[in-house]
């Protein structure tokens, strides 16, 4: 046969030999075309062109040589400006708070801040909007009114 095979009549050792010899060949043509056992091919990033491991770790370490450490990375931006102002506002007013007298009567500065706090899902809050002014969006007058409609 083309394969290598024996034909016509064969022993049952010869056909296990058989059988062996072409599933190695296959199997390490397999290996072949997955690259197994070769050696790695390293590239350079800009040009493409193919270079030895050791030029490859060269570029490697000036790569990070060239990066600054992560913690010098702008650390101000990290936590988020807004939110450390917001936690530094808080901080402020507890200090502030901490400072009062503890048996005091009734603080107008609190109830203005608790009235002006919106609540999800509360029913008088459209009372209390009234105050700030209309539903709280600063919207300019509406184009057509009752009196110019046709």
Do not use: C, H
């Amino acid at each position: 046969m083309k394969d290598g095979t024996v034909a016509g009549l064969v022993s049952s050792k010869e056909l296990a030999q058989e059988t062996a010899r072409v599933s190695a060949e296959a199997e390490q043509r397999r290996l072949a075309a997955a690259g197994k056992g070769e050696a790695t091919v390293y590239r350079d990033k800009k040009t493409g062109r193919v270079i030895s491991a050791e030029e490859y770790a060269a570029q490697v370490a000036k790569a990070k040589q060239k990066k600054p450490p992560p913690e010098e990375i702008n650390v101000a931006w990290k936590g988020g400006l807004a939110q450390q102002r917001a936690a530094m506002e808080a901080a402020q007013k507890a200090a502030a708070e901490a400072a009062k007298a503890f048996n005091r009567g009734f603080d107008d500065d609190a109830d203005a801040e608790l009235r002006e706090r919106d609540r999800w899902g509360d029913p008088m809050a459209g009372k209390t909007r009234k105050k700030k002014g209309g539903d709280g969006f600063n919207l300019p007058p509406p184009i057509i009114t009752e009196a110019n409609r046709a």
